[in-house]
């Protein structure tokens, strides 16, 4: 097993000084590793694909938060509706409207984020900044009955260069800070963005969730 234990001791503790989430990253992990956390007291983890977040959720504690934070198709949002937690990857309406869709079938209110395009790869999903704000002011918000939109989430571009990743986290919290005004009752309290790479700069420019995999439970193998 390969939990790095001292290292989600130190995290908890430094993120829970500063108010900040700590999503264990999960995906590609056994079970027993996921247990492992749970039993510290871990009761966040984040999932990018759909099979998997459903057999987990069989076979691993009820009162686990599921967030799904990968891409999500349309056509799989009902696998997941009837336990996911949060939705961190919303970036699209047709996606908002089937999520709204099953949660009234499901009758819960899912929590969502929206996904902003922040990186200067093209390959990023996630609304613009305009997009995002015509979406907002649209009025449109307001016909999800069984959606809560609680903030939004971003990925930085892949890469070392802490200027651009500064650039890239300054607008996404400035786009956040935008965005509030959007929902005076004080529902758009998330701003999720920063990884194992960059999770200290994210917090220093204003992220209150971390989603954090390889630290916590060492490189990903995706080819088993
Ligand atoms: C995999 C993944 C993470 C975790 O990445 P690490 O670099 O392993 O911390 C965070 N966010 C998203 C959206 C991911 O897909």
Redesign the pocket.
Known sequence: MAVNFEFYQSVTQVLAENNVQLIA?S?TKPNEDLQALYDLGQRAF?E?YVQELVDKEASLPKDIQWHF??HLQSNKVKYIAPFVYMIHGVDSEKLLQEINKQGVKQNRIIDCLLQVHIASEETKFGFDGPALHEFLTSGKVANYSNVRIRGLMG?ASFSEDQTLLTKEFTMLKSYFDNASKAFPNGQFDTLSMG???DYKLAISLGSNMV?????LFGARNYAK
Do not use: D, F, H
Not at 211 to 215: Q, T
């Open positions: 990253v995906k984040g990018n934070i990968g990925m990884m194992s790479s989603r954090i995999g390889s630290l």
